[in-house]
């Protein structure tokens, strides 16, 4: 069955306050910002019978600024507004190069980052990078605002821990104090573009003078129900040099904090065996 407009209500607020107002009264609407989602599940009619919160029209919600202690950026803000970022092109290329890589630019101009984060894709590209920067979700509902570390957003695939009537009304990154020694972003598709992730990878890495590592942060998406920071590898490797002994250990870790899933995309061996080498080729610096 195709999309049915004649059986669903839209209910399209003007401000902040009226959008929160009118989803505190229909908890169950179904948000719409972007589309570019929403319109696959329109087309197989999964919205008939439905109303539908349509938030695109909040423009405050798609403001990126940026502040002493990092950047804060409007939940509407689309990937393209993302790439085009000073502050965030300088401060958090490993999100701009993942915004890059999602679908094609007509995907990237219509996408939201609070839309790809409420969608809760297993795959969502921008998730790794969100996850290593220890990024935060701003929600906000007619009774309340919380902030919820990003790394606590996701329950499962297409599940949230967004209450009925909250929505989320911006993301918040901190500058990173120092500087890594070492960032890495690394998609894996069928193709070279406009393809979903069979794996998708990042990392930041700080090392002392002598080589050590003084901190690590690693994450995978496609690869569980939900993006995975690698703690078992972070941990194992804290203190340690880098020597191919360390690296091969890490490795093997890697599959404690995962579980990858055969899927028409790829196989869960595939998907392991190549996250592993993403892993080597991080720590290994090539």
Known sequence: MRG???????????STRQALEVFAQNPHAVPLAGGTDFMVSWNMGLHNGKTV????????WRKISAAKTGVRIGALATHADLQRHPA????????????????????????????????????????????????????????????????EIFVGVKKT???????????????????PSRQYFRKVGTRAAQALSKTV??????????????????AL????????????AEHFVQGKKLTSEVIDHACELL???????????????????????????????R
């Open 4 to 14: 049915a407009p004649d059986t669903i209500i839209l209910l399209r607020p003007r």
């Open 53 to 60: 919160l349509d938030i695109s029209a909040l423009r405050s």
């Open 88 to 151: 965030l092109r300088r401060e958090f290329s490993l999100l701009t190069e993942a915004c890059s890589e999602i679908g094609a630019a007509a995907i990237q101009n219509r996408g939201t980052l609070g839309g790809n984060i409420a969608n809760a894709s297993p795959a969502g590209d921008s998730f790794p990078p969100q996850a290593v920067y220890e990024a935060k979700v701003h929600a906000v509902s007619a009774q309340a605002r919380r902030l919820i570390p990003f790394n």
């Open 161 to 179: 821990v967004l209450r009925p009537g909250e929505l989320i009304e911006s993301v918040e990154i901190p500058f990173l104090k120092p500087r």
């Open 201 to 218: 990878a990042a990392g930041l890495l700080w090392l002392s003078r002598d080589g050590r590592v003084s901190e690590m942060r690693f």
């Open 221 to 232: 998406g496609s690869m569980a129900t939900m993006v995975r920071r690698l703690k078992s």
């Open 255 to 285: 599959a404690k904090d995962v579980s990858p899933i055969d899927d028409v995309r790829s196989t869960a061996q595939y998907r392991l065996k190549v996250s592993r080498n993403l892993l080597r080729e991080f720590l290994s610096g």
